[in-house]
């Protein structure tokens, strides 16, 4: 997140300090649950485990869950408001 960008989420939830934000937006993400449509495809959900995998698979995975950290910390910041 951006400098400055966790403490402005922080107050616009009513949380002081980090672990209260966290608490705020899993709530505020519970509420939202159902709300939105769901991958066009349900392998989107899936990231597979390299567990004992070659390189590649593990950057296969690494890749996949980079792409998906940002979409899921930008659906959170978006729920935590302004």
Same mark, same amino acid.
């Given at each position: 997140m951006a400098e400055g960008h966790v403490e402005h989420s922080v107050a616009g939830l009513g949380a002081t300090d980090f672990a209260s934000f966290?608490?705020?937006?899993?709530a505020? $993400? !519970?509420q939202g649950r159902g709300k939105l449509a769901p991958?066009? !495809?349900?392998?989107?959900?899936? *990231? *597979?485990?390299?567990?004992r995998l070659s390189a590649n698979v593990y950057r296969e995975s690494a890749d996949a869950i980079e792409a998906n950290v940002a979409r899921i910390?930008? $659906?959170?910041?978006r729920l935590a408001g302004p």
């Open positions: 966290m608490h705020a937006v899993v505020a $993400a !519970a991958p066009a !495809a349900q392998d989107e959900f899936d *990231i *597979i485990d390299p567990y910390a930008g $659906a959170l910041s």
